[in-house]
């Protein structure tokens, strides 16, 4: 009896952790699966088979949603990685005076409330906000632009604001990692006659390489999850040109006749993308684990 107790004491320790992923993670997973082949609303469901999923082929708003969170995915992070990996390095330089402010003014948009933020780009770039005001005195452009009513300019905001907000996050990762390099690997390779660029793509990028996967793949799952920025700045238009998939599983819950199966399944496609995208991010660096 001792013996078993030893055994299986550990689980005490976490057998109501291991209870509450289950009740509150894994059971709504599986609670939104099966309910992806369910049709109606409240407590008129019924099961419909595969109908929902093969609606997703033929449902254009859908299709509108997967391409521009398609874009802001292509676009947004590989851009907010390659800066925040400048300006790592660049922070991460002991001889760069006020290091200190630089990191606190970059990381400082990331603690900002995601709606206020969101708020303040949409008035800056508003018809009458500062951007219009400054091109027109500066003699850019002769009467101000509508950006949020143009679907390209309404994409490029979008992209802007979530470069903004999360680049000073991923920083903090390869700025910390950068700090456990030994100095004398980058002495040596000067020695050697190694200049900035060759150091950079030489021993910067290969000794992060394990971060750069782990934002990477953060990354990917939060821009498939936009939401806060489309819905505050645009609220999708003009049309469908920003849509996100995140809106319109709002949409399709709250917006329209709720019809919580077909949203349902509309999630399970962002999961669905966000596996797919994991195993294709490790192939890509060769992580073998």
Sequence with gaps: ?????????????????VL??????????????????????????????????MRLFG??????????????????VPVMIVLALIFSVLLNDPTLKFRGF????????????????????????????IVNHFLLNVGAISESINFLAD????KIIIILAI????????MIFYLSSLQNVDHSIYEAARIDGANAFQQFFQITIPLLKPIILFTSITSTIGTLQLFDEVMNITQGG???????????IYNLSFEYTPDFGYAATVSYVIVILIVFLSIIQFKVAGDKK
């Design 20 to 53: 509450a992923i289950g009740l509150f993670y894994f059971y709504p997973m599986i609670e939104a699966f099966l309910l992806s082949f369910q049709s109606g609303a409240g407590a008129s469901l019924k099961y419909v088979g595969f109908d929902n999923w």
């Design 102 to 129: 630089f990191r606190t003014a970059i990381f400082l948009p990331c603690v900002t409330s995601l709606v206020a933020y969101s708020v303040i780009f949409k008035y800056l770039f508003g018809v009458d906000g």
């Design 59 to 76: 449902d254009p708003s859908f299709l509108a949603a997967l391409i521009n969170t398609s874009i802001y995915l292509l676009v947004q």
């Design 163 to 170: 470069t903004w907000r999360w680049t000073g996050y991923n």
């Design 1 to 17: 009896m001792k013996a078993f107790i030893r055994k299986h004491i550990g689980w005490l320790f976490i057998i109501v952790s």
């Design 238 to 248: 003009p049309g469908n040109a920003t849509l996100s998939i995140s809106q319109y």
């Design 151 to 154: 679907p390209i300019w309404a």
